[in-house]
């Protein structure tokens, strides 16, 4: 890996798709003078990819935590409606309505 350009070998193992890996081990495998002409590149090209991965991520979570607190106002307004309709039972019972 370039460890100055592209970032430590973990890092791309796992914030990066194997293609940009593959990319960058062939960039590691260049002569200096065109691996230091590409690698910054590449480099932007992987932080790009990180950012829209952890940009995915959130948007994701923010989707799935507002499927639940929809089903949770679901829920709440299913028991509301209950009540009323007890509680106006109730009252139609006694003559108040």
Do not use: H, W
């Amino acid at each position: 890996m370039l460890p100055k350009t592209i970032g430590s070998a973990q890092a791309t193992a796992d914030d990066t798709p194997i293609e940009l890996q593959e990319m960058a081990k062939a960039i590691d495998s260049l002569p200096e003078r065109y691996r230091d002409v590409v690698a910054p590149a590449m480099q932007r090209v992987v932080e790009c990819s990180t950012r829209r991965r952890r940009i995915l991520n959130l948007v994701q979570e923010a989707l799935s935590q507002l499927r639940l607190d929809m089903k949770y106002l679901i829920f709440d307004l299913e028991a509301t409606r209950r009540e009323r309709d007890q509680y106006k039972e109730m009252l139609e019972k006694d003559g108040l309505l």
